[in-house]
């Protein structure tokens, strides 16, 4: 068993919550302003952090804790609500701050420049200047009845979002309940 070494965590975690916070506050909420995903990535950032710094002080790291750590957070994924690519990506960055500045092994200045180009790669990639924000919006629909005409079935949806639709994906079909379950694009 390793001994903790406090001013190297406590000089890590500083790395680790400057990055999330700028991440998180100053990219993420100021473009997005979901608060809801705000305090999940900082959560999940320290979280994984103090997981990552607390696993490289009791037990000699390997492949197998490395798979055993992802498999836990796919199953908080799992329990999670359907997030969107964007915040998917958000999510991964945040995992991947708080996992590399919590274990040893790195170099502060190492830590430091990988930590400035996740943030800086959210940054411009997420940039509305740079990829125009959507213009559209992506909807689940579920209808008691099954519509086959696509003419039909767009009047339909059109008439109860009050919006154009621009795309009708059928993705379920229940002929014993008579339902149809859709993913909509469209202007609302």
């Known amino acids: 068993m390793n001994e903790l070494d406090l001013p190297r965590i406590l000089q890590d975690f500083s790395i680790n919550i400057v990055a999330i916070v700028i991440l998180a506050f100053f990219v993420y909420y100021r473009r997005h302003r979901r608060r809801d995903a705000t305090v999940g990535y900082i959560a999940t950032n320290v979280s994984l952090f103090v997981v990552a710094a607390a696993l490289s002080s009791s037990t000699t790291l390997n492949v197998g804790v490395g798979f055993g750590l ?6 908080v994924r799992l329990r999670s609500d359907e997030a969107t690519q964007s915040e998917i990506g958000y999510t ?3 995992l991947v701050i708080g996992l590399m500045t919590g274990l040893p092994g790195l170099d502060i200045d190492i830590k430091i420049t990988f930590s400035v180009l996740l943030v800086m790669t959210m940054f411009i990639i997420d940039h509305p200047s740079l990829i125009k924000p959507q ?29 154009k639709v621009k ?13 149809m379950r859709l993913d909509v694009r469209a202007d609302t």
């Open 70 to 75: 992802f498999a836990v957070l796919s199953i």
């Open 92 to 94: 991964m960055v945040s």
């Open 167 to 179: 795309r009708i994906t059928v993705t379920e079909i229940n002929f014993v309940n008579e339902t």
């Open 135 to 163: 213009r559209y919006q992506r909807l689940r629909v579920e209808l008691d009845r099954i519509i086959t005409d696509d003419k039909e079935l767009s009047a339909f949806i059109e008439e109860r979002i009050t919006g």
